[in-house]
């Protein structure tokens, strides 16, 4: 079964320091990665995906996630946060089933930065 | 492209009426998703699209909610009747179906039921 678990369901940081978002996945085959990220009454935005390519993948604001095999994980980090940086976070895998690719959503992380 | 485009934005309605989500997909983009988010449950996938066809409804709720498909540039998801637990944002995204793409959200409607 395939399956998504995003490991802290709020992580607090103070701006200028960097940020860890956790992210794990069950696959039976190599899937592909993403992390979009919702601001408060907002649409998702997509920050960076994994492809089967670079295994170091950069986002945009700074942010980029490595993907790690042997671990099963797709980690977000940032060396150092902004308060811009608080919103709601969303490991996603894509999934093929039925010839389409379903994007399957973790439970969110809430990132709250302090000034 | 303007991107995936959803109407309305919001909606108040009362129990009991009808309800009808727009959703306008990306040119070119053959499958489509619609989602429901709440704060109890997350992000929930209720129903895809491949090619216009319906693949699996599995997370539609109950019988209330319907999608229909009628062609590659519109879809609607209806309640009817709607209640207050149907309270919540629905999105509707579309992708591209290759490997390693992704997909494209709307802004979302945001669904009252009083």
């Known amino acids: 079964a395939q399956s998504v678990t995003q490991l802290d369901s709020h992580v607090s940081v103070s701006e200028g320091t960097p940020v860890l978002l956790r992210c794990n996945y069950s696959?039976?085959?190599?899937?592909?990665l993403f992390w979009y990220v919702q601001h408060p009454n907002k649409g998702l935005q997509l920050l960076l995906k994994y492809t089967s390519a670079a295994t170091l993948v950069k986002g945009i604001n700074g942010f980029e996630a490595e993907f790690k095999k042997s671990e099963t994980s797709f980690h977000l980090t940032k060396p150092s946060a902004h308060m811009s940086d608080a919103a709601e976070y969303f490991c996603?895998?894509?999934?093929?089933?039925?010839?389409?690719?379903?994007?399957?959503f973790g439970r969110g992380t809430s990132l709250i930065v302090h000034p | 492209d303007a991107g995936v485009i959803q109407s309305p934005r919001h909606e108040v309605t009362e129990m009991g009426q009808e309800v009808t989500l727009r959703c306008k997909p990306i040119?070119?983009?053959?499958?489509l998703f619609w989602y429901r988010q709440t704060m109890m449950r997350g992000l929930e996938l209720l129903i895809y699209?491949?090619?216009?066809?319906?693949?699996?409804d599995s997370g539609m709720p109950e019988d209330r909610f319907s999608a229909k498909m009628p062609n590659a540039s519109f879809s609607t998801l209806k309640i009817q009747p709607s209640e207050p637990r149907d309270s919540a944002v629905y999105f509707c995204a579309s992708t591209r179906d290759r490997v390693g793409t992704e997909a494209f959200f709307g802004q979302g409607t945001r669904l009252t039921v009083v």
């Open positions: 996603v895998v894509s999934f093929i089933s039925g010839g389409s690719y379903i994007p399957t």
């Open positions: 696959s039976s085959y190599s899937p592909s």
């Open positions: 040119s070119g983009h053959n499958s």
């Open positions: 699209f491949n090619n216009n066809v319906p693949i699996d």
